[in-house]
């Protein structure tokens, strides 16, 4: 089973690869670059932002149906802001829910999202049993992951987006476009996201990159088993609507 792995920046790139044994190869395609591990995962450094990630990561996905070797599974992976206090600092938080935050309407009612303007979507879930699988093998907390073009930097945009979305863990800025370019080839998507700072007043000296790729590497380490075994023909039965994260 191929899988597509699909990060904003080199770095992540790098730390999901660090995971795997076995040499890595760089393939160039019209458009993309991508680290072919010594297993079944290309991985890809889409870019930052909802709009570059979805035209990266559609770009990979006709390479490969051109070639006669689709992808079954693509995922979204990086760092995030996590909320607080469901996704502290350094944990790993697998989507069950992946959305775009800010795609809709602001009206004098407050915010509108696309669909009650009567068109798009806004939200994709990735299949039950795997978000399930893959956060067990993992020790993930799973939550909505929020797909955002700017980055929360204050406490009352933080409060806003939690009281719009009671059930999100993290806030990153590429989820949504991995995963509209996923559905449009009909293929699954993830997101696993590793927290390296809270989402809220921006603190740089607050932030924990390292420890963030530290645990983006761990963790795809115990998943990609999971990942390897799961079969792609079973029913697809995608994530429910769930509660509130417990702190």
Known sequence: MRVLVATAVPAERDAVARAFTGPVRELVLPGVVLRRTAGAYDLLAAGVGPALAAASTATALTAAALEGAPYALVVSAGIAGGFQPGAPVGSLVVADEITAADLGADTPDGFLPVTELGFGTVSHRPPKTLVRDVAAAAGARTGAVLTVSTVTGTAARAAELRARHPGALAEAMEGFGVAEAA??????????????????????????????????????????????SWNPHEPNEPTEPHESPEP
């Open 183 to 228: 559905a449009a080839h009909g293929v699954p998507v993830l997101e696993v996201r590793a927290v390296s700072n809270p989402v809220g007043p921006r603190d740089r000296a607050a932030w924990r990159i390292g420890d963030a790729l530290a645990a983006l590497t761990e963790g795809f380490g115990k998943l990609s088993p999971v990942l390897e």
